[in-house]
């Protein structure tokens, strides 16, 4: 198969930060994606109705016109989080799901949750509307293993919420482990995750050998093969639990390159591209559709996009760094040729 015609995909996580990197780099998502759950770590994080009915108009003054992208805007959670307003914002149309954050557990988190118990009545809201609830799935417990932040989490915080609150509707977003499979594909259809393309193509050499490649350090990181393979079996398996979710996260090259190393990959402009490879790769063209374009909506109750998206066999070469609105970032496959490009959106 040189060519792949499939409905236009959404991608159910996104980082566009704000202000000049927001304008650089919200059309790479738009012009492939439908819509996407735009993530609300921003500083100060969108904990309100009316702040994300405000950043929702931001994002959508970047969006290329004609290009028919709908951002989809998402509760920041913290220990205050008012009920009252976060169902109010769900019913106005402004929140599409809320976003759990562990404090401390990444980018602009440190005013997430700081215990589950605290956001209770919170969470009997969203199970009781339907809400859908994003969670960042780690542990912060300075004792445990990086490595091992997911897999504890999911024992410790994930399977209580859920024993507790069967139908609280959560997504395990940027799946990174055997454990988070597993515990998906055992749970009810209450639970789903998403996967990033960095997880179906690196493991944790990729930040070590060599030296230090800060480039492809996000969180959670890369884990080890074995973790690598069971995402990429369980993306291109034709399940309707894993779908697509980029985690696409932009930052500067100068705070990559230094004492930070911020985490975050930013992956949008091939991250369709770098998916196929992977379906290519494991000979599974004939899931890519569910997994890119039926999967999420059917889990968010959602429309399938009416239009498409083709793609056909053509090297691509991924450009070094890419000037986003007078910000320089480095791309994911930065310098690598891709197998498969863009052809079509209609």
């Not at 562990?102 to 440190?110: H, I």
């Not at 030296?211 to 884990?223: D, S």
Request: aromatic share 6%; glycine share 8%; with cysteine.
């Amino acid at each position: 198969m040189n060519q792949i015609t499939i409905r236009r995909p959404d991608d159910w996580h996104v980082h566009l930060r704000d202000g000049d990197v927001l304008t650089g780099v919200t059309p790479y998502t738009a012009r492939v994606f439908g819509r996407a759950i735009i993530m609300p770590n921003l500083v100060p994080p969108v904990t309100t109705a009316a702040m994300a009915e405000a950043y929702r108009s931001r994002i959508m003054a970047a969006v290329p016109e004609g290009s028919g992208f709908t951002p989809l805007m998402t509760c920041y959670l913290t220990d205050g989080t008012s009920p009252i307003d976060l169902a109010d914002g769900r019913a106005a149309g402004i929140f599409t799901a809320a976003k759990l954050y562990p404090a401390g557990a990444t980018t602009n988190s440190a005013s997430g949750v700081t215990s589950i118990a605290n956001i209770r009545r919170v969470l009997e809201v969203m199970e009781r509307i339907g809400m859908p609830l994003c969670v960042h799935g780690e542990v912060t417990d300075p004792d445990i293993d990086i490595f091992d932040r997911e897999a504890v989490f999911i024992d410790r915080i994930l399977t209580p919420l859920l024993r507790d609150m069967p139908g609280l509707r959560v997504v395990l977003e940027h799946a990174t482990t055997i454990q988070a499979v597993q515990f998906v594909e055992a749970a009810g259809s209450n639970v789903a995750a998403t996967i990033t393309p960095q997880h179906l193509h690196i493991n944790r050499n990729a930040m070590l050998v060599g030296g230090i490649r800060p480039h492809a350090y996000c969180l959670p990181v890369a884990k080890r093969e074995e973790h690598r393979l069971a995402l990429r079996r369980a993306a291109t398996g034709g399940s309707g639990k894993f779908f697509l979710g980029t985690d696409t996260a932009p930052h500067a090259r100068h705070l990559k390159e230094s004492g930070c190393g911020c985490a975050g990959i930013f992956n949008a402009p091939h991250a369709l591209e770098s998916y196929l490879t992977v379906f290519d790769e494991e000979n599974a063209l004939e899931h890519f559709e569910q997994f890119a374009s039926l999967a999420g909506p059917a889990f968010y109750r959602l429309p399938v996009n009416e239009d498409s998206v083709t793609l056909e066999r053509s090297e691509v070469v991924v450009p070094g760094e890419i000037d986003a609105h007078g910000t320089t970032i480095v791309p994911f496959h930065a310098g690598e040729t891709m197998g498969w490009k863009i052809l079509s959106t209609n």
